[in-house]
Structures are given as C-alpha cells and as structure tokens.
Nanobody
Framework: QVRLVESGGGSVQAGASLRLSCAAS????????MAWFRQAPGTETEFVAG????????YNKDSVKGRFTVSRDNVRNMVYLQMNSLKPEDTAVYYC?????????????????WGQGTQVTVSS
C-alpha cells in the first residue's frame, strides 16, 4: 500500500503557472509508474501525464500540448507537475496515482493508489 498526498493547487489567472507536488509514503519501491490525472466538474477523469521510475514520460498531448512537465524524485518519493500558461479549461481537481505495473497509462483501472486530489482553478 502506498499513500499519496497532493499539494500545490490554488486559484490563479490565465497565463500563470503552478507546480503540483505529490508525496508518496509506504511501499513506494513497489510503484513503477506515477501519474497525474484530473477531473473537471461533469467530466470524466482524464490522464494528464505520467513518468516511470527511470524518468520516461508520457503526456496527454491533446490537453497539455507542451505546457505541462512531469518529474519525479525517487530519493524523496515525490512527483511533480509543473503547469505553465494555464488556461480556464485546466480548471479541475488534480489527482496523483501510482501503479506497480502499467500497460496503458491512460487507463484508470491500472492504478493501485490514488491521492485525495488538489483543486486548481484558472480564471480568465
């Protein structure tokens, strides 16, 4: 079991930047893949970005288009999501997720652990 705690959300104006953090604790050595998802009101949960233990990244290019960067610190058991040029459509609750084995990073059911989420609100 791995506990995930997100932080760094907030309310910003369009064009601003935020960095989300995810602190992992427990049996973190068993989690090969870490990812960020988001869910806006009335929509399905959407994959944003993910990263392997060795730093190989995957992005939902349709939604983030080079504005977001995911990174990972295996020593501190942290995962980050740097979000630049934020848009109102980025408004959502952002969740950190962890998987021991991953086949399709965009599938929600492949993840073993989830955080409680952190709210990001972008106003125009």
């Amino acid at each position: 079991q791995v506990r995930l705690v997100e932080s760094g959300g907030g309310s910003v104006q369009a064009g601003a930047s935020l960095r989300l953090s995810c602190a992992a604790s427990g049996r973190t050595e068993t989690r090969f893949y870490m990812a960020w998802f988001r869910q806006a009101p009335g929509t399905e949960t959407e994959f944003v970005a993910g990263i392997t233990r060795k730093g190989v990244t995957t992005y939902n290019k349709d939604s983030v288009k080079g504005r977001f960067t995911v990174s990972r610190d295996n020593v501190r058991n942290m995962v980050y999501l740097q979000m630049n040029s934020l848009k109102p459509e980025d408004t959502a609750v952002y969740y950190c997720a962890a998987a021991a084995i991953i086949d399709n990073p965009q599938r929600i059911d492949e993840y073993d652990d989830w955080g409680q989420g952190t709210q990001v609100t972008v106003s125009s």
